[in-house]
């Protein structure tokens, strides 16, 4: 998975097409992302103590890695990503415009 914490990314499909954020976790095994802002869900929350409240949370849930696309870091449009070797270093590559992530 060419996508990791930290990268900011643009949703390319799906019902939050076009929104923009920052990639919180990272499931690779799985294939999926977490992004701050995206794919929110509510989950109801029940009171612990007799009297107390309860509580709805907004929880940003997992969208699948292939409906994220990497935003380049010098024009800041969706690239994809490639790998570059240096030596014994590997670095990541925005195949639009060549630099590195």
Request: aromatic fraction near 2%.
């Amino acid at each position: 998975m060419k996508i990791k914490k930290g990268d900011t990314v643009r949703i390319v499909s799906g019902k939050d097409r076009g929104k923009t954020g920052k990639v919180t976790r990272a499931f690779p095994k799985d294939g999926a992302v977490v992004v701050e802002g995206v794919n929110v869900k509510k989950r109801h929350k029940k009171t612990r103590k007799s009297g107390g409240k309860g509580q709805i949370l907004s929880i940003a849930a997992p969208v699948d890695a292939s409906t994220v696309m990497l935003l380049d870091p010098s024009t800041g449009r969706p690239t994809r990503v490639g790998y570059k070797r240096e030596g014994e270093k590997v670095t990541r590559v925005a195949k639009r415009s060549g630099a590195t992530v």
